[in-house]
């Protein structure tokens, strides 16, 4: 089974793109972040074979999945905050695995509120995490998490390090989803430097290869003794009029 992630950083701009490249690459699914709208494109892509769900927001954020498979739809919001609406989190049913995409919040300027929403929205998703874990739920988190884990997965460590995506607190919360007994599936025989999934459209940071890996996939134990693959597609990033971010793609035995 293969399951991949896009920030498409706007489904309306990027909708090309993204049948392009479901009909190259044919995944079972897809979890897209920043639809940026309420328009979804759920029938145009039905045409080329696959089902959706979205959790769509007027002119920010926003996510979805699609698949070749039935979804079944368990939740349309993260637990825990019910005061929260911003479109963030998707969960479901699909050919008995649990899948969740996200869009963690950026947290920047760190200075304002943005930050504590960021770091609360984590401890958040730690909990639900936590609570899939004691069911024993087999379970692939994907999605666009906005936190470089390591130094060794942003370019130029130094420059970010006051920066929300890697700053200490974010990254302790994504250790502490770890803890849990989840696994980064990228870094599972991979240790190697210069693998992002992300570039700025400023300075250059794509063809100097400047960029950050911020895009993960989170899987529980059996679902990591079931892992084939873990791989970041930069290709999509090299398109006119790309996204910032680039598909990771997780493949998964049945």
Known sequence: MKIASWNVNSIKARLEHV?????KNQPDVLMIQELKGLEFPADELKTIGYESAAVPQKAYNGVAMLS???????LKALPGDETDEQA???EATINNLRTIGIYAPNGNPVDSEKYPYKLAWLERLKERLTVLRQEGTPT???????????AKDCYDPEGWKNDALFRLESRQKLRAMLNLGYTDAFRVGNGQTQQYSFWDYQRGAWPKNNGIRIDHFLLSPSVVDRLVSCHID???RGLDKA????????EIND
């Open 19 to 23: 049948k392009n490249w479901l009909e």
């Open 68 to 74: 070749r498979h039935p979804i079944h739809v368990e």
């Open 88 to 90: 963030r989190y998707i």
């Open 140 to 150: 692939v988190i994907g999605g666009d998490f906005n936190i470089i884990p390591e």
């Open 234 to 236: 930069a290709e999509p």
């Open 243 to 250: 996204s910032d971010h680039t598909p990771i793609i997780v």
